[in-house]
Nanobody, 127 residues
Framework: QFQFVESGGGLVRPGGFLKLSCKAS????????LAWFRQAPGKEREGVSC????????NYVPGKWGRYTISRDNGANTAYLEIDDLTPEDTAVYYC????????????????????WGQGTQVTVSQ
């Protein structure tokens, strides 16, 4: 069974740090670009970051590229997302997804090419 399981979410104060994990099972992430998306209450899902098969990363949140660091460990079949200096605007359910392509897309306007999705992990930034 193909599966992604996210973890690492939780309640954190503004200015804090989180590291999210996404472990795949049933398939090898070696042949995929891996991405993180998020969906805030009442908003559409948006792309946050993507890392391709060569571990080249691309961020998609306008103006906030430096706060998100995506990485991957193919040996552990896992992708990670570090978020620094969290703000309430980061509150969302974070999802990971796999794209059967060598490179990451230039935009995340369409998610139809992403084949595997996790169930999400909730991140809440609040005092």
């Amino acid at each position: 069974q193909f599966q992604f399981v996210e973890s690492g979410g939780g309640l954190v104060r503004p200015g804090g740090f989180l590291k999210l994990s996404c472990k795949a099972s049933g398939f090898s992430v070696d042949y995929y670009s891996l991405a993180w998306f998020r969906q805030a209450p009442g908003k559409e899902r948006e792309g946050v970051s993507c890392i391709d098969q060569r571990s080249l990363a691309r961020n998609y949140v306008p103006g906030k590229w430096g706060r998100y660091t995506i990485s991957r460990d193919n040996g552990a079949n896992t992708a990670y997302l570090e978020i620094d200096d969290l703000t309430p605007e980061d509150t969302a359910v974070y999802y990971c997804a796999a794209l059967p392509a060598q490179g990451c897309p230039s935009t995340m306007d369409s998610t139809s090419r992403f084949t595997y999705w996790g169930q999400g992990t909730q991140v809440t930034v609040s005092q």
